[in-house]
């Protein structure tokens, strides 16, 4: 067995407290304490070495296969060796209602049951302190090993023989062995019960919940994989959702474009909850939209920023962990990220945009009123005053600021929707947003246009191709079959498609020209194809992304247009609701086929 996974051939287990990502052989390979931003003590996925992971390895392993059990977040890894002996290995983290409220422990459990002759197993539990720097120090108990660390002390609870785990040695079993790794605190039931219960409740749970979604006539699979992975990138304490569940996994091979994903991006809030109000989560739609209500009542000044903490931090500050290698050995593996510091001027835009439904939302508990308003009546002052000011634009370059085309056309968005509203309450202030608004996009149209290209541009008076153009028709600014976004789309698929992906942008940043796809820009595309009637263009690709999912269904954030090898942090949110979104758009209606 390797140390570190060839691919991001992965599962992700969680329960919106903690996530953990297990290899196709059952390593538990990174896995984030006490949060999903947390310390990794799993952290063999970006370090070399025989260090940082958690294995049930089977003697002479030849095959496995995994899935996820159906409907939920419990995956199953099956290991064969070549005498045809077999063990099941069952990962959870468990989540249900409890005593009134959801409980979602601090904790992984493994059911380890024999699947086929006389299987012989060894416990391998390896973690690791301080991003990959230091190990824990383990104590014995009577039925229990306690690793004890600075800030984290954890206690593994098992059936299993105590001496093989810290020996590390090979044995047969006979009853299925039960894992319990969490807090150090007594179990005071029997862990094999505990784990037979807890399972049962935590299926119970994710199948429950998925039965209250609204998903679409086909593709149900796929939206249904993507709305877990979703809900499992969620921080259910604050309602905030992460990028992504880890840091520093390459944009592609060698690049150093190495970013940490764990926190949560404004810009991102515009697409999530458009997911989650088309899947109907409305409680955790909710949940969000409070978090970055918050984020926004509690900025500094009013003035937002890129990205922000799961629990609303926002001083992120960025450094390198040089106790670990990289991905594949392809570092630096950073902690935090830069880009908060940085001003992107579309963040405006988004918390408006995202507001917007808690004003006309009637499921939510509490519809947002005129105090809402107020607050947003303020960013809206910040995205006229900015609407043409540089910024490191929506894809964060860390070198140079211009004005971007749809940082401007972000900043309108705000506009037009806080006049809406200003309309909406009867406010006097109404016919103001509104000329606001107007100016805004009289602008955007004039100096985001190259006429010589026949296209709208990235940045006000330049020449370069961005797929975030693809979204003018999303927000508004101009309708699917004006002729200005139609010709734009021919000019976006001459600069950026890459076979049946797309790029971002075609300008070299600070790290050369692009070589990889960004998924969701591929999902942005198939929209805009829909969007202009080339639905069955559009299809084609779709199933062309969801090919690319690897063997449970889950997206990075990039993919190399000629391997279609994922790269990338992962699993990407945003990927992922790119899968939602579009399937939403593309199926067929249930009333066709019943």
Not at 7 to 18: K, M, Q, Y
Not at 45 to 63: I, K, P, S, W
Not at 273 to 289: I, Q
Not at 585 to 590: F, M
């Amino acid at each position: 067995m390797t140390d570190q996974p060839a691919s991001l051939d992965l599962a992700v287990i969680g329960n919106c407290s903690i996530a953990s990502l297990i290899d196709q052989r059952g390593r538990h390979v990174f896995t984030c304490l006490p949060r999903l931003d947390g310390d990794p003590v799993f952290c063999s996925l970006l370090d070399g070495g025989d260090r940082g992971f958690y294995e049930v390895e089977l003697e002479g392993c030849a095959t496995s296969s995994q899935r996820y059990l159906r409907n939920t977040a419990v995956v199953e890894t099956r290991l064969e060796a070549a005498d045809g002996s077999a063990v099941r290995i069952v990962d959870f983290c468990p989540r249900f209602r409890q005593f009134d409220r959801n409980f979602r422990p601090t904790m992984l459990v493994r059911i380890v049951e024999v699947a086929a002759g006389r299987p012989r197993v060894r416990v391998r539990l390896r973690p690791r302190l301080k991003y990959g720097a230091a190990d824990f120090t383990v104590r014995r108990g009577s039925h229990h090993l306690r690793y004890v660390g600075d800030a984290l002390d954890l206690r593994l609870t098992t059936n299993a023989s105590l001496d093989y785990i810290v020996e590390e040695r090979w044995f047969t079993f006979e009853r299925p062995l039960t894992l319990v790794l969490g807090p150090d605190e007594s179990i005071v039931e029997s862990v094999g019960g505990l784990g037979t219960r807890f399972l049962a409740s935590t299926t119970d749970y994710w199948r429950d919940w998925v039965r209250t979604l609204a998903v679409p006539f086909e593709w149900q699979e796929p939206v249904i994989r993507a709305a877990i992975t979703l809900k499992l990138c969620s921080y259910e304490d604050t309602g905030s959702i992460v990028a992504a569940l880890t840091t520093s996994i390459p944009e592609a091979p060698g690049s150093a474009r190495n970013w940490d994903y764990r926190f949560c991006w404004l810009r991102d809030s515009l697409f999530t909850v458009k997911a989650l109000n088309r899947l109907g989560a409305t409680r955790t739609m909710e949940s969000y939209l409070r978090f970055i209500l918050n984020i926004a009542a509690g900025a500094k000044d009013h003035a937002l920023q890129p990205l922000y903490g799961i629990s609303g931090e926002s001083m992120v500050v960025e450094q390198v962990a040089h106790s670990m290698s990289g991905y594949r050995g392809m570092g630096p593996v950073r902690i935090g990220n830069a880009a908060w510091e940085q001003r992107q001027n579309d963040a405006y835009g988004a918390v408006v945009l995202s507001a917007m439904q808690a004003f006309f939302d009637e499921r939510l508990r509490e519809k947002a009123g005129i105090d809402a308003l107020h607050q947003l009546t303020v960013l809206g002052e910040h995205a006229w005053a900015l609407h043409d000011v540089p910024d490191a634009g929506l894809w964060e370059f860390r070198t140079r600021s211009e004005v971007h085309t749809f940082s401007a056309a972000m900043c309108w968005a705000a506009l037009d929707r806080i006049a809406q509203l200003h309309a909406l309450f009867g406010e006097p202030t109404a016919k103001l947003w509104r000329s606001r608004a107007d100016t805004v996009r009289a602008k955007v149209l004039e100096r985001g246009w190259n006429e010589a290209l026949d296209s709208f541009v990235d940045v006000f008076g330049g020449s370069g191709a961005d797929a975030s153009l693809l979204l003018l028709p999303e927000i508004g600014l101009v309708a699917h079959d004006d002729p200005r976004f139609r010709s734009t789309l021919e000019f976006l698929e001459r600069r950026l498609r890459r076979g049946d992906f797309l790029s971002r942008y075609d300008r070299a940043d600070d790290f050369g020209a692009p070589t990889v796809a960004f998924n969701l820009c591929t999902f942005w595309y198939i929209n805009a194809l829909a969007g202009v009637g080339r639905q069955e263009e559009a299809r084609r690709l779709f199933e062309s992304m969801l090919a690319r999912c690897n063997h449970v269904g889950l997206l990075s954030e990039d993919i190399d247009p000629a391997s279609g090898e994922l790269w990338g942090n992962f699993p990407q949110t945003y990927s992922m609701v790119g899968i939602i979104n579009a399937a939403m758009r593309l199926s067929r209606p249930w009333e066709s086929a019943l």
